[in-house]
């Protein structure tokens, strides 16, 4: 398929970990992740899900098959090639935060363009923007122990935009929160969409789900099947009859 | 990254274990300051003793005669072979400003007027120009043959009444005999003036070898031909016609000499010293009938022996810095071990500094970076404590303060390397963390 409108693409997709019994985390998975797209992924646990964001976010290489993220095929990169596009095309937001506990929230914003070689200044700049567009400009000197959930959650979100990457990546990112800090983020995440970034979203919850495009499913590291959302996005796809695709490899 | 930048972020999370990261660098400190303390000590000794070596000295040959393996420095195993015939012959050859002999003579009191100190070996009998005139501070030099002296200020100082050029001083002998000298100057301090006395300050009185020597050696029968001590060597040597002649009814013989070249310079030091050597090895001198076989004659200037005073200090410096380098090792170890706790401790944190683009050479860095900082703390304390430590010492024995600084560089470099070296493995160990291991650390 062409790259040009392509944020990621995976083709035939295998992971298996071998201890003892070979297990295959992922089976035989191909997606295309267009550009500008927001695609939520769900299934039960243990079905591969984290596995697929490893692989999408450069973490991690493929037992077989190809995962091509910014036009370049993952698996025949250098582990520095690999940190380096990972650094620059992903931006990751984790179900723990994850956030640097000794760096305040401006330096963890601005952590992953430290690694860029970004002038001091320009970083700090760049962070304090993303922090207010997150609605945390009052917060930029606060350590990650002083700051709410939903706030160190944000700081994340800032962080994983800090770079401008060609994809957000979020593994069960509103895990952690109540409702109405959910609600928060998951409306940021559609700011940022609509601002332009590509968003994968793991989740266990539908409604969370039913604020993407489209939602994949995987079952046993197969994708089972992917369910079209109505472009609009939010809470009018309540119903379970969304418009459905046909299943990945059945 | 920018290796400020991990210099600050190094420093950051040193800051966050003020604690730990003091305790580890104690074996660092403790290796450092005992080097910086002791070398402090070494350097200060140097200058207190060789540094008392003024330029007009560096010209005098310090000669004995004893076997060629006797070891211990000056007058080791020296035994009297050295005649004033010979002395006034070394002095006559070309090469040579001056030569005369140099005895300590043993005394058991002096009195000055009505008050009497003990004193034991606090006379010098050499020649005039064993005191340069420019220490001289009041009155003049001895003159040979005459009953005069010169004094240090600890001599002069140390009765109540202060002794002044023109008194006259009432010595009593360690056989019990009393002679008396007149004090002609007095010098300008109380240190040493040569390495045969040793450089330490006491109170000392230097007289002319003649007579007070002359005296005191035919009354104790040393060195006297025939007496004996060199009985046994003066028959071997008997055959040289110019053996006879020495054995002149107990005529003195010195244990130590002291020749003085034209200057300074090495070429007229050994020029010295070599035709004194074959004056006093050929059949003309009087010392060639005693030295026989077994004794050879040492000529030194006092730079060489010194040098051997150094070689004792070497070895003991040696010695500490051994101590030290297991104590550098011990700290290293530590760091090394606080450094892998702290990578364990962390490897959530490098997960995510990896998940954001932190390439292994920057997780190596960082960590590197934190190892070396504890080293170059270590070092800095250390050098401190020390400089403080060598501080006190030198106090306590008085010595003039060095600080030898180009140590204190060394010491920075130490703290580098075994930063450097502790931080290796675990920061290698913390580069290659796989990040998808270390986010699911808990
Ligand atoms: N490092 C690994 N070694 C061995 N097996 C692994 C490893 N990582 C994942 N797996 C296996 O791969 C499968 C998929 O794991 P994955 O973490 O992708 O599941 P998930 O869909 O994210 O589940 P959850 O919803 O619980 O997070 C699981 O069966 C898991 O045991
Ligand atoms: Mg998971």
Redesign the pocket.
């Known amino acids: 398929m062409a790259s040009s409108g392509t944020a990621v693409s995976l083709s035939n997709v295998r992971k298996t970990?071998r201890?003892g019994e070979p297990?295959h985390?992922l089976d035989g998975v191909s997606l295309e992740v267009p550009r500008g797209s927001y695609t939520a992924i769900m299934?039960p646990?243990?079905?591969?899900?984290?596995?697929l964001m490893n692989l999408v976010g450069c973490l991690d290489t493929p037992t077989e098959g190809t995962v091509v993220v910014g036009g370049r095929d993952v698996g025949t990169l250098s582990d520095r090639e690999r940190t380096r596009l990972r650094g620059t095309e992903v931006g990751f937001v984790f179900q723990t935060f994850n956030l640097m506990p000794r760096l305040n929230a401006v330096e963890n914003v601005a952590l992953p363009q430290l690694f860029q070689s970004i002038d001091r200044d320009e970083r700090r700049e760049r962070a304090r923007n993303l922090l207010e567009r997150v609605g945390l400009g009052d917060r930029i000197d606060h350590m990650p122990n002083e700051l709410s959930g939903g706030q160190r959650q944000r700081v994340a979100l800032a962080r994983a935009l800090v770079n401008d990457p060609a994809i957000v990546l979020a593994d069960e990112p509103s895990g952690n929160l109540d409702t109405d800090t959910e609600a928060d983020i998951l409306d940021l995440f559609d700011e940022f969409h609509e601002g332009g970034t590509t968003m994968l979203v793991v989740t266990h919850e539908r409604h969370v789900a039913e604020r993407a495009d489209r939602i994949i499913h995987l079952l046993d590291g197969k994708i089972e099947r992917i369910e079209e959302l109505d472009g609009a996005g939010g809470s009018q796809a309540g119903s379970p009859a969304g418009r459905e695709s046909g299943g990945g490899d059945e | 990254m920018n290796p400020l930048e991990s210099l600050r972020l190094a420093w950051r999370s040193i800051r966050g274990h003020r604690l730990r990261s003091a305790l580890t660098t104690l074996g660092i400190v403790i290796g450092i300051a005992a080097v910086i303390a002791f070398v402090t000590l070494g350097a200060s000794l140097q200058a207190g003793v060789i540094g008392d070596i003024s330029p007009d000295d560096q010209r005098n040959v310090y000669g004995w005669a004893a076997e060629p393996d006797s070891e211990g420095g000056p007058l080791a195993g020296a035994q009297p072979v050295f005649t004033q015939d010979d002395l006034e012959a070394v002095e006559d050859l070309e090469d040579v400003e001056a030569a005369y002999g140099y005895a300590t003579l043993q005394t058991q009191a002096i009195s000055n007027g009505e008050e009497t100190v003990a004193q034991g070996s606090g006379m010098i009998a050499s020649g005039p120009s064993y005191i340069r005139e420019e220490r001289i501070t009041e009155g003049r030099q001895f003159e040979m043959g005459a009953r005069e002296a010169v004094v240090n200020p600890a001599a002069a100082n140390q009765f109540e009444e202060n002794v002044s050029v023109g008194d006259t001083l009432t010595v009593a002998m360690l056989g019990g005999q009393q002679t008396e000298v007149e004090v002609v100057g007095i010098t300008d301090n109380s240190e040493g003036l040569s390495p045969f006395e040793g450089f330490e300050s006491s109170p000392r009185i230097y007289v002319p070898t003649d007579p007070y020597y002359t005296e005191q050696a035919s009354m104790l029968g040393i060195g006297a031909g025939g007496g004996a001590n060199t009985g046994n060597q003066s028959g071997a040597g008997g055959d040289a016609g110019a053996g006879n002649q020495s054995v002149t009814g107990g005529e003195a013989r010195f244990l130590a000499i002291i020749v003085e070249a034209e200057s300074a310079d090495q070429a007229d030091i050994d020029a010295a010293r070599e035709s004194t050597t074959d004056y006093l090895e050929s059949d003309a001198s009087d010392a060639s009938e005693l030295l026989g076989d077994d004794l050879e004659v040492q000529l030194q200037t006092s730079t060489e022996l010194l040098g051997q005073l150094q070689d004792v200090l070497n070895l003991l410096q040696n010695f500490i810095v051994g101590i030290a380098a297991i104590s550098l090792l011990v700290g290293s170890i530590g760091i090394a071990n606080i450094m892998l706790v702290s990578v364990t401790e962390r490897t959530r944190e490098i997960g995510i500094m990896k998940a954001v683009g932190a390439q292994n050479r920057d997780v190596l860095g960082l960590f590197l970076t934190e190892s070396v900082i504890l080293g170059v703390i270590g070092a800095i304390l250390g050098t401190g404590l020390g400089l403080v430590a060598g501080y006190l010492g030198v106090q306590y024995i008085d010595l003039p303060l060095v600080y030898p600084l180009e140590y204190v560089a060394i010491a920075i470099i130490v703290g580098i390397v075994v930063g450097i070296l502790a931080g290796l493995y675990p920061a290698w160990r913390a580069a290659r963390t796989d990040p998808i291991d270390a986010l699911r650390y808990e």
């Open positions: 970990y201890i297990v985390a299934g646990s243990g079905s591969g899900k984290s596995t």
